[in-house]
């Protein structure tokens, strides 16, 4: 961000130099919005690093081999995107930017602004369990056919390996949680475990991958159902009495 926010004042910076004023004017106003125009493409590229599930979501894959582990230092991460493109943002003169520019500033303005209230006021990270399920992610992977199988399903292996890592993470997290969203969180993962036993296994045996990197894929597969199934059984352990009483 640092890089991005860097050449943004640049830009300004050469903008601002020398002409005559009314022809200064009019380049200003083209300046910004063209300045405007490549930071857009550099958040874009920015916020898919921060948010690589929501990357593959949108059908852009470069990111799916990524598993973000939901802990503290994920979620300063975000706040820190967040603070560094609200500051880009001030940059620019919204008053000069086209109509389509001022309304893609509010709109990065709004979703930036959504980020650090979601953290710091929502937490819903703390209260809904349900927020913790990774199976749907991981079945569009298998049923996509945006590449071909054996990309796809080393790229499902690589995010799988952090799964154990992020459902410790979920339990850390999880606070006061309400009785309906423990009970969906239940329902949900448990539900989702065939993508892990099943689904994968079937598609694996379709690709020509060597005996002994099957077997690893097998492996990291079973230790992601046993973290699933973890979280689960931690789920029906816990007291959620008290939530119900004061709904």
Not at 175 to 194: F, W, Y
Not at 202 to 215: C, I
Request: glycine share 4%; aromatic share 10%.
């Amino acid at each position: 961000m640092k890089k991005i926010a860097f050449s943004i004042c640049v830009c300004i910076a050469l903008a601002s130099c020398g002409g005559d004023k009314s022809h200064d004017d009019s380049k200003h106003t083209q300046n910004q919005d063209a300045q405007f125009d490549h930071y857009k493409e550099n958040f874009v590229e920015e916020l898919w690093k921060v948010y690589p599930g929501w990357a593959s979501s949108q059908g852009y894959h470069k990111y799916d081999s990524v598993l973000v582990v939901p802990d503290e230092a994920s979620r300063q991460k975000e706040m820190a995107f967040a603070k560094a493109n609200l500051d880009s943002l001030k940059t620019y003169d919204l008053s000069s930017l086209s109509d389509n520019n001022k309304t893609d500033y509010h709109m990065i303005e709004n979703q930036l602004h959504a980020i650090g209230w979601s953290i710091t006021d929502l937490r819903s990270f703390e209260w809904n369990p349900s927020e913790y399920n990774v199976s749907g992610a991981f079945a569009e992977m298998l049923n996509g056919n945006y590449d071909s199988l054996d990309v796809r399903l080393r790229n499902f292996y690589l995010k799988m390996a952090n799964i154990p890592a992020y459902y410790e993470a979920a339990k850390k997290n999880i606070k006061n949680p309400t009785v309906e969203h423990t009970q969906l969180a239940i329902d949900q993962n448990l539900g989702g475990i065939s993508v892990f036993e099943t689904d994968f296994h079937e598609a694996l045996n379709k690709t020509k991958f060597g005996e002994h990197e099957k077997q690893a894929m097998e492996a990291t597969a079973k230790q992601a159902v046993d973290a699933i199934r973890s979280y689960a059984d931690w789920l029906k352990k816990l007291d959620t009495k008290h939530r119900a009483a004061s709904a």
